[in-house]
């Protein structure tokens, strides 16, 4: 019944498959986590592309070409980075920074010459190297790059907890199989943060419309919504996890996309979240 529905959608074009999908999703039939994450890790290990190069912001696909969006995306991040850090008064050297879901440099470009050590963690041996030699040519600092397994995120990284003093993750959380999944990231990031070290998570958020719920669906041709989040649900998230939201940022549309949020966390001291009031 399922497939007939769905067939019939993909004839009548785009805007129906993205309808029935979502709705389907809604009513409890999106595909499960294990099928989700077997196509992202067949999608981001294939290596291969111009589209793939493109999803994964390596600087020679066709999407920067003739632009410097490549270059302005990791630098406005991390001038976001600054300008949210100084809400907790902090101002001085990055220490070690991490990435999760590098991709091809963009944002460690800016990132690393002001760091002591820049990790790049991302599920694609090919991206990691992209990212190592993009980094190479702007700093000396040290890029030490960790592969990472999507089914089990928390092995890759069992080296470096409670030794990372900022950890940035963007245009990640949009693509991860579910909210479930989200909350693992969001915990993993707690343990690797040193006490009062500094997140910074963008999300796509949910503004409550039908067309930007989770699509958990068709992950290959439809990744950059397969989760969402509501912006307070985001935030009570990362309390549960471990974190202190304190700040967020909302950008309703640039270049890329639509509806990203960009969350300033801290890891407290003692490990004991409370947050703002």
């Keep these: 019944m399922v497939g007939t529905v769905i067939g019939r959608a993909r004839r009548m074009g785009g805007a129906a498959l993205d309808v029935v999908e979502r ?55 991390l001038d976001l980075f600054h300008r949210l850090a100084r809400v907790v008064e902090r101002t001085g050297p990055l220490g070690t920074v991490l990435e999760w879901g590098c991709g091809g440099g963009a944002n460690a470009v800016h990132f690393a010459p002001g760091a002591a050590e820049f990790v790049g963690v991302d599920i694609a041996r090919a991206t990691l190297d992209e990212c190592g030699r993009q980094v190479a040519a702007v700093t000396a600092t040290p890029f030490r790059p960790v592969l990472v397994d999507p089914a089990d995120p928390e092995a890759a990284v069992f080296g470096l907890r409670g030794s990372v003093d900022v950890l940035t993750c963007f245009y990640v959380f949009e693509l991860i199989v579910s909210q479930d999944y989200g909350a693992r990231l969001l915990r993993i990031a707690a343990e690797l943060l040193a006490d009062d070290g500094l997140a910074m998570v963008q999300i796509k958020y949910d503004t409550g419309s039908f067309g930007t719920r989770p699509r958990r669906r068709n992950y290959r041709s439809r990744l950059a919504s397969m989760t969402t989040y509501r912006i307070d649900e985001f935030w009570s998230l990362a309390v549960e996890c471990g974190l202190v939201p304190e700040a967020v940022h909302l950008v309703p549309r640039n270049e890329l996309d639509e509806r990203y949020a960009y969350f300033l966390l801290s890891k407290p001291a003692g490990g004991h979240p409370g947050g703002p009031a």
């Excluded at 290990?45 to 111009?50: F, L, R």
């Design 23 to 77: 709705t389907l999703t809604a009513a409890g039939l999106g595909e499960s986590a294990e099928k989700l994450t077997a196509d992202a890790r067949s999608y981001w290990q294939q290596g291969d592309g111009d589209r793939w190069r493109g999803d994964s912001h390596w600087r020679d696909a066709s999407v920067f070409a003739g632009n410097d969006l490549w270059s302005e995306t990791g630098r406005r991040h």
